[in-house]
T-cell receptor
């Protein structure tokens, strides 16, 4: 099956700093999504981005499908950005997502 | 519109006991999923369903059973709980096979098996 590796596993930032989270995957996929799990455990979808670039406020994501990686950028980080960020992929829309182990982000005021 | 709900939120079991976790969604979604989350392991798929009356195995199905008798409900059963099943369980649902459709998660159930 598909392997998903995320880096770094842990990241500590000062409020206002920028960060880049990386997701590598082992096979060609047609579905790639980024999720955020807040400190209370709730999981929220951030992006559907099998290729190209998208932006939503201070967050943006880029996927280079031919090289099998995706990047999540967080600019001007805030304490509310803390939590775990997961990358998840699948071969197609009707196959289940496979999750990476996540990057735990802590933003300190 | 409550989204995806899970019952119970917390549970403590003794080894060998059984229980059922209930997932309910009010969005008329076809697909439903059960995951477990362990420290440092991310989310691993236990079982999933592509519609009422259907179920399929995921990555870690052993020790669990599921049923999807009604479209809005997806039940996860543990027949004889083991300490290795101590975990946080998440249910999720989505509307169709289009990859862009968002997967919605429930709040999770924290299960401890002693």
């Amino acid at each position: 099956g598909i392997q998903v590796e995320q880096s770094p596993p842990d990241l500590i930032l000062q409020e206002g700093a920028n960060s880049t989270l990386r997701c590598n995957f082992s096979d060609s996929v047609n579905n790639l999504q980024w999720f955020h799990q807040n400190p209370w455990g709730q999981l929220i979808n951030l992006f559907y981005i099998p290729s190209g670039t998208k932006q939503n406020g201070r967050l943006s994501a880029t996927t280079v499908a031919t090289e099998r990686y995706s990047l999540l950028y967080i600019s001007s980080s805030q304490t509310t950005d803390s939590g775990v960020y997961f990358c998840a992929v699948s071969y197609s829309g009707n196959t289940p997502l496979v999750f990476g182990k996540g990057t735990r982000l802590s933003v300190i005021a | 519109n409550a989204g995806v709900t899970q019952t119970p939120k917390f549970r403590v079991l003794k080894t060998g006991q059984s229980m059922t976790l209930l997932c309910a969604q009010d969005m008329n979604h076809e697909y439903m999923y059960w995951y477990r989350q362990d420290p440092g392991m991310g989310l691993r798929l236990i079982h999933y369903s592509v519609g009422e009356g259907t179920t399929a195995k995921g990555e870690v199905p052993d020790g669990y059973n599921v049923s999807r008798l009604k479209k809005q409900n997806f039940l996860l059963g543990l027949e004889s709980a083991a300490p290795s099943q101590t975990s946080v369980y998440f249910c999720a649902s989505r509307t169709s096979v289009k990859a862009a459709d968002t997967q919605y998660f429930g709040p999770g159930t924290r299960l401890t098996v002693l």
